[in-house]
Nanobody, 123 residues
């Protein structure tokens, strides 16, 4: 059974940092594109960051320079380091994998999803 399990969310003050983790199991993810999306209340799910099969990284303009995506292949885990958090970063953050390992910012192109982890940034 394929599973993506996020952790690391919480409540932080603006300017602080959080690191999200996404533990993958059930299949080999090394050739996948791994991504993070987020969804704020009343808004559509939006792309945050992606690492493709070739380990190239991509970021939404709103998080560029503040967020960093990384992968630990030995642990089959994807991370999202979030620095200098802002209230507008408040959302449920989802981990996703795309078997076809090329980059995409479209959530419809991703095959597996985690359950999400809440990030709340207070001002």
């Amino acid at each position: 059974q394929v599973q993506l399990v996020e952790s690391g969310g919480g409540l932080v003050q603006a300017g602080n940092s959080l690191r999200l983790s996404c533990a993958a199991s059930g299949r080999t993810f090394s050739g996948d594109a791994m991504a993070w999306f987020r969804q704020a209340p009343g808004k559509e799910r939006e792309f945050v960051s992606c690492m493709d099969w070739n380990r190239l990284t991509y970021y939404a303009d709103s998080v560029k320079g503040r967020f960093t995506i990384s992968v630990d292949d030995a642990k089959n885990t994807v991370y999202l380091e979030m620095d200098n958090l802002k209230p507008e970063d408040t959302a449920v953050y989802y981990c996703a994998s795309r078997v076809r390992g090329y980059f995409s910012s479209d959530s419809k192109n991703y095959d597996y999803w985690g359950q999400g982890t809440q990030v709340t940034v207070s001002s």
